[in-house]
């Protein structure tokens, strides 16, 4: 099992940047491939971004894409979700979430996530 934390969110003028980051604890945390998702009020979660177990391999959505970044630190057991020129409608509650079952591939589908944080807000204001 690991426990997901996710830090960095906050308030932030359009085209503005943010680092958003997910700890996750326990020693097979490289196990996991990971994902962010990410759900403003009144709409469903989304699929943003994920990254393999080793790192070999990542999945941007497109409305992000050229935007934002997916990285992770095996040594320090984090995530990274790097958001540049960050628009209004980037505004949610971002979280982050470990798949146990993909070795070498991700997944966009958010069933496919066993374990997630409790979600970090991004506020992007005009």
């Known amino acids: 099992q690991v426990q997901l934390v996710e830090s960095g969110g906050g308030l932030v003028q359009a085209g503005g940047s943010l680092t958003l980051s997910c700890a996750g604890s326990?020693?097979?945390?490289?196990?996991?491939?990971m994902g962010w998702f990410r759900q403003a009020p009144g709409k469903e979660r989304e699929f943003v971004a994920a990254?393999?177990?080793?790192?070999?391999?990542?999945d941007i959505t497109d409305f992000v894409k050229g935007r934002f970044t997916i990285s992770r630190d095996v040594a320090k057991n984090t995530v990274y979700l790097r958001m540049n020129s960050l628009r209004l409608e980037d505004t949610a509650v971002y979280y982050c979430?470990?798949?146990?079952?993909?070795?070498?591939?991700?997944?966009?589908?958010?069933?496919?996530?066993?374990?997630w944080g409790q979600g970090t807000q991004v506020t992007v204001s005009s």
């Open positions: 979430a470990a798949d146990s079952t993909r070795t070498w591939s991700v997944s966009r589908t958010a069933g496919a996530y066993d374990y």
């Open positions: 990254i393999s177990r080793n790192g070999g391999r990542t």
């Open positions: 326990g020693r097979t945390f490289s196990n996991y491939a």
